[in-house]
């Protein structure tokens, strides 16, 4: 596939008629190729803040610029956490607007300069965050072509368009440029606000504003090069490489168990280490901040304050049970959570088989390969932080809650981090580095530790399940009968979603967020008689929502058990989907089901396949939601345990692609990091405190799991675009699972499937 | 504190600090080089490795005492974005990442197995890279940039 380079990389501040821009050039961030440098001179020049209503999500002005150069500067609230959103966005511009794409930059997640574009997450940059860049991008080249008209004293209807230059069609030689129309200037344009999600603004299509159809795409559709990887890959533009001018370095000692307070701490064990600057201690939020990071590595590691015991934890074999007991209070079951049709009672007791089982998935944690790591610079009257957040406004707004600061005075600048998968939903190291800098009155940097990462960051709650389903004699499902507990985070955004702010005694509030979400609770199939309860319960520890939450954890068990019926009715896996399928037919769904089958070579066969006297057993096993599938094939060495991925197909139905080789990049990783959670990745805990604490007690996959990877994208240009991310991840524990069953004969209903857990059941088997 | 001499992509660096600070703390933060990259710190995920003299270190657990005269190679001491190494431009045709962080290592791991072992099979080169860890899950493209990368050497 060919990759179309050229899109540029620099972030270029044009115009001094503009505040943003005059911000731009005036606080040093004239950024090229994105210099660290020159973050550090928008530090001597003083923090300049913004309030969301500065950069009004209704202002065409807020999301695009021209300049006389002809750049065209692109504002967007949403974030690029590694996913290459930011060169789909890119394309979307280049299309709507009519100009070449290596004339487009993009300004992301500057509360400063950006306009609320809510949270980056669910995978819906393309989707949520995509619209209102086309809508603005399509609106502004309305404006262009009148204005273009007026310059040219023709008719719009007279003029043709091509790479930011306006002609009279015929007349080519009568031509002006964008940036001669309107470069330095503001569009002044309005645009209504359709409606406001978590996800940012969706903007409604102005009278007379056409977005571009499919055959005019010359940018959309096409291997583009992400604009984002050289600076990434080659120059490192990370979060923990922003330098600032007089930065100190800053680390936290945490708690030895969940719910410890401190009792005491004695400076005097760190005073003498060489650079230490001061000790900050509130509530039990204690840090220390040192002249140099070894400095600071240092006087983490000697502190030792002293703690109370803390208000324990069950440990990792008590959890699921625990999580079903919880204590009343702890405990909602959401009347909207209880989805009912038919009677399932009376239908069980009719079935002419009637299966049940339970299906337990565990904590997950995100483990960024880079810990988090944020600067702060607080000063009396205002801070700017520079994090990976995936939700810069919300950041602004726990960091003013924590510091008591007026949120217009609190400036958050997003730099990224490395791949974060939902776990900077709550930005932990920009709220410690809030707590240092003001204390010291320097800027800080808080890089947080290994340990620190794989155990205080927010985890994914586990998901418990019972679930029992009837068969009709014809093979298909009459009754489906689900109860389940899980957890959901606490609310970010109203103080207490992060660390500091629980460790400095600031009450995280009502804890209500809503359950696991009706489509994971749901038949995944259509059937006449269905019940599901599903429990939501206070989560045991800081919770974070981790890529496909309660999709992953649900297909889990809706994909395993669907396969169990598939072999108590004796029909090819495949097979029984599709029968089951057809009572409702959704011929996306059903097509990608076909097109994952046919990629693979699918033999149709019952499962599991004859039992077999060897050692080593290979099997294939598939599972879907919605428009994706993905097909796992699988060797098990039934002495030791050990399941190898042998070939791994993925088939995506994602709507219209913007970016073909970008997706199949995006997919080929969600499917492997899909494995990875499926085969080793479990958060364990003992009665006090987490145990999964680095990359030995928490693997995750090496270079030699990886399978044979093959990615198959079903091309539907008239459907919307639909994110990959999660699509990607969320079938690969049941079919690892299935093709396990179908290798061994022997079902395992929790994850992840460990050399130990696949041992213990084969010999129980 | 101690004046210790270090010679980093080429250039001498001579520097007033305690000699058992982890190099890494030192490339980053002293010479403010943003290739090797802090992953754990316990010499667990590759991400700090460097080139000391055709051998891939983990620089977040090595002392800058013990490399004061040899010979040390980070990422920007193989090209930068605009003059990028055959290595770095093999990575950029694959679109061999996720969110990146972890390449510097993998590159710098890469390369010098690969200075040494030209002719390297798939399961070598894999074997050699199994210390590095990618979070994204990036490692088929990997594979194929690192393919694309041996073609052109000298056998």
């Known amino acids: 596939m060919s990759i179309e380079q050229g899109v540029r990389t620099t972030f270029l501040g044009v115009s001094p008629s503009f505040s943003r821009r005059s911000l731009i050039k005036s606080s040093g961030m004239l950024i090229v190729g994105f210099s660290l440098g020159e973050l550090a001179k928008a530090q001597e020049t003083g923090a300049r803040f913004s309030t969301q209503s500065d950069i009004p999500i209704d202002q065409l002005d807020s999301y695009l610029a021209i300049g006389n150069d002809e750049d065209v500067t692109v504002f967007t609230g949403r974030i690029d956490m590694g996913t290459g959103n930011r060169t789909c966005f890119a394309q979307m511009v280049a299309d709507e607007l009519d100009v070449a794409l290596d004339r487009i930059s993009l300004v992301c997640g500057d509360t400063a300069l950006t306009p609320d574009g809510g949270k980056t997450t669910a995978s819906d940059a393309i989707s949520t965050g995509g619209q209102p860049l086309r809508v603005t991008a399509a609106a502004a080249r309305k404006k262009l072509l009148e204005l273009g008209a007026e310059h040219l004293g023709v008719q719009i209807e007279q003029l043709a368009v091509r790479d930011g230059i306006v002609s009279v069609t015929g007349s080519l030689s009568r031509q002006v440029s964008y ?244 776990r900077l939903a709550a930005a932990d190291a920009a709220a410690d580095a809030a707590l240092l800098s003001r204390a010291v009155e320097r800027p800080v940097r808080v890089q947080w530790t290994r340990l620190e990462e794989h155990a205080w960051a927010p985890h994914q709650p586990p998901l418990a399940v019972d679930v029992r389903a009837g068969l009709n004699a014809d093979n298909t499902i009459v009754a489906w009968d689900v109860e389940s507990w899980t957890s959901t985070p606490h609310d970010v955004g109203r103080g207490g979603g992060l660390l500091a702010m629980r460790l400095v005694g600031r009450d995280p509030g009502p804890w209500s967020r809503p359950t696991l979400g009706a489509s994971a609770l749901n038949s995944p199939y259509p059937v006449p008689n269905l019940r599901s309860v599903n429990h939501t319960v206070e989560p045991l520890l800081r919770a974070c929502y981790m890529r496909s939450p309660g999709g992953l954890q649900a297909t889990f068990f809706n994909e395993s058990f669907i396969d169990e019926l598939a072999s108590a009715a004796g029909v090819d896996p495949v097979a029984f989907r599709l029968r089951q399928m057809s009572l409702e037919p959704d011929g996306r769904s059903i097509e990608v089901l076909q097109a994952a089958a046919a990629a693979v070579n699918w033999d149709p066969r019952p499962s599991p396949k004859p039992v077999s006297d060897s050692v080593l057993v290979i099997g294939r096993g598939v599972a879907r939601s919605e428009t994706s599938v993905t097909v796992a094939e699988v060797e098990v060495d039934r002495s030791t345990g050990i399941v190898r991925v042998i070939r791994l197909t993925a088939a995506l139905d994602c709507g219209l692609i913007v970016n073909p080789d970008g997706l199949t990049n995006q997919v080929e990783q969600a499917v492997l990091q899909g494995m990875s959670r499926a085969l080793m990745e479990e958060v364990t805990f003992d009665n006090s405190k987490i145990t999964s604490v680095d990359w030995i007690t928490h693997p995750i996959m090496k270079f030699s799991d990886v399978p044979t990877v093959q990615v198959v994208l079903l091309d539907r240009p008239d459907e919307a675009p639909q994110g990959a991310g999660e699509p990607g991840t969320t079938q690969l524990p049941a079919a690892i699972g299935n093709a396990i069953f179908d290798a061994t004969g022997v079902r395992i209903r929790r994850a992840p499937f460990t050399p130990e857990r696949v041992r213990t059941a084969l010999a129980q088997a | 504190m101690s004046i210790v001499n270090l010679n980093v992509n080429g250039q001498t660096h001579t520097l007033d600090l305690d000699p058992e600070t982890p190099l890494l703390f030192v490339l980053r933060n002293d010479l403010t080089l943003n290739g090797p990259r802090f992953g754990c710190g316990l010499g667990q995920c590759g991400a700090c490795t460097v080139i000391i003299e055709g051998q891939a270190i983990r620089s977040c657990v090595v002392p800058v005492s013990s490399v004061v005269g040899r010979s040390i190679t980070t ?15 093999a990575f950029l045709d694959q679109q061999a990442a996720g969110c990146g962080y972890c390449i510097s290592g993998i590159m710098m791991t890469a390369k010098a197995f690969l200075d040494r072992v030209p002719n390297a099979t798939r399961a070598q080169l894999i074997n050699a890279l199994d210390g590095n860890l990618c979070r994204c899950a990036s490692h088929t493209r990997i594979l194929k940039a690192l393919q694309q990368y041996q073609q052109q050497l000298p056998v």
């Open chain 1, 179 to 422: 940036g001669e129309l309107i470069g330095n200037q503001r569009f002044d344009i309005r645009l209504e606000v359709d409606r406001i999600t978590l996800s940012g603004p969706l903007l409604k299509v102005p009278d007379g504003v056409s977005l571009k159809t499919v055959d005019e795409y010359r940018h959309v559709r096409q291997s583009v090069a992400r604009i984002d990887l050289p600076d990434r890959m080659i120059t490192g533009t990370f979060c923990q490489n922003v330098r600032v001018t007089g930065m100190l370095h800053g680390r936290c000692i945490r708690p030895p168990s969940v719910g410890s307070n401190l009792l005491s701490v004695d400076e005097g064990l760190v005073r003498d280490i060489p650079g230490f600057v001061q000790l900050v201690v509130q509530g039990n939020f204690v840090g220390v901040v040192c002249e140099r990071e070894e400095q600071a590595i240092q006087a983490q590691k000697v502190l030792e304050p002293t703690w109370s015991d803390g208000t324990g934890l069950p440990g990792s074999e008590r959890a699921y049970r625990d999580i079903r007991t919880a204590a009343p209070d702890t405990r909602t079951t959401d009347p909207t959570q209880t989805l009912s049709h038919g009677d399932v009672d009376v239908a069980l007791m009719d079935a002419a088989k009637v299966l049940t089982a339970t299906y337990e998935y565990p904590w997950n944690a995100h483990t960024m390969l880079g810990p988090t790591c944020a600067v702060a610079d607080v000063r009396e009257d205002g801070a700017t932080i520079w994090s990976g957040t995936q939700w810069p406004r919300i950041t602004q707004k726990d960091l003013a809650f924590l510091l008591d600061l007026p949120i217009e005075n609190v400036r958050v600048i997003w730099v990224e981090e490395s791949g974060s998968y939902g």
């Open chain 2, 75 to 89: 990422l920007e001491g193989l090209g930068m974005a605009e003059s990028p190494h055959p290595i770095q431009q």
